[in-house]
């Protein structure tokens, strides 16, 4: 079988990566893994380069198009994190993950509630996006009003685009990021500006990575099982293989993970 990732560079694929490798392991299949880099050209030519092959199945996270069948028969293909009509999707509670970011700052009184976004447009960030601007609005406020920034993931370019959001006439007392990457470079854009986290900003991530913990203050972010979505993508695709009957959709729950750098806006 195939996995087929978009960024093997981003911790959290690789525990998805894990996840499947062993649960595979234990049903004696071999995994092929292909990086695909946020190409969503590239993730589509390496599917149909393995189509080429004796790959049994595939794993991917979104492919542009969906997938031609191979030698009269339909590919055995199970998504993650998106969906592919007439194929099985194993995805994240992502809507539920991100209405519990909007409703703790929310609850804690903040009202001005930015936003670092990912740039690649995965069904997985579109839906963090959308309830970010559901919340606002059921709040009385208007999104379009609020700071927000697109940034590659990495420290780097969100340290880059948190500067920008905390440098406004108006900066935000809360930052929603798409993924712990782009929290950690809000951090690094905060320090540069001297604002305390979480006393002058808050900041909120999403994915749980390793190393959350050690930031300092210790980031609240939604804790999504990576490892076991990539296990329970294997399971659905050996049963897809065998013939047995599959949920069209199956959905991993997440929670909210409060830690320090969540608090109440400055006054």
């Known amino acids: 079988m195939a996995l087929i990732v978009p960024d093997v560079t981003n911790p959290f694929f690789g525990h998805?990566?894990?996840?499947?490798?062993?649960?595979?392991?234990?049903?004696?299949?071999?995994?092929?893994?292909?990086?695909?880099?946020?190409?969503?050209a590239w993730e589509l030519g390496s599917y149909e380069a393995l189509q080429a092959g004796s790959v049994d199945g595939f794993l991917v996270f979104g492919i542009v198009q969906a997938p031609r069948r191979r030698g009269g028969r339909e590919e055995k293909l199970v998504v993650i994190e998106a969906e592919i009509p007439g194929?099985?999707?194993?995805?994240?509670?992502?809507?539920?993950?991100?209405?519990?970011?909007?409703?703790?700052p929310l609850g804690l009184g903040h009202r001005?509630?930015?936003?670092?976004?990912?740039?690649?447009?995965?069904?997985?960030?579109?839906?963090?996006d959308e309830r970010w601007r559901a919340a606002l609005g059921a709040a009385g406020v208007d999104p379009d009003a609020m700071p927000y920034a697109r940034s590659e993931i990495g420290f780097a370019a969100a340290r880059a685009a948190a500067l920008e959001l905390l440098a406004a006439e108006e900066?935000?007392?809360?930052?929603?990021?798409?993924?712990?990457?782009?929290?950690?470079?809000?951090?690094?854009?905060?320090?540069?500006?001297g604002r305390r986290i979480p006393h002058d900003v808050s900041i909120v991530g999403f994915d749980d990575l390793d190393f959350v913990a050690v930031l300092d203050p210790p980031l609240t972010t939604v804790t999504a099982d990576a490892a076991r979505l990539g296990a329970l993508a294997f399971e659905t695709l050996a049963a897809h293989m065998a013939g047995e009957p599959v949920e069209p959709v199956r959905t991993l729950p997440v929670q909210l993970t409060i830690r320090g750098s969540t608090g109440a806006p400055p006054r």
């Open 16 to 40: 998805v990566m894990r996840g499947a490798q062993a649960a595979a392991w234990d049903a004696g299949y071999a995994v092929a893994l292909v990086d695909t880099a946020n190409d969503p």
């Open 87 to 104: 194929h099985p999707s194993v995805i994240l509670d992502g809507a539920g993950g991100a209405d519990a970011v909007m409703e703790h």
């Open 112 to 128: 001005r509630i930015g936003r670092i976004a990912a740039p690649v447009g995965r069904p997985a960030f579109r839906i963090r």
């Open 171 to 193: 900066p935000p007392t809360a930052i929603f990021c798409d993924d712990d990457n782009l929290a950690g470079g809000a951090y690094l854009g905060a320090r540069e500006l």
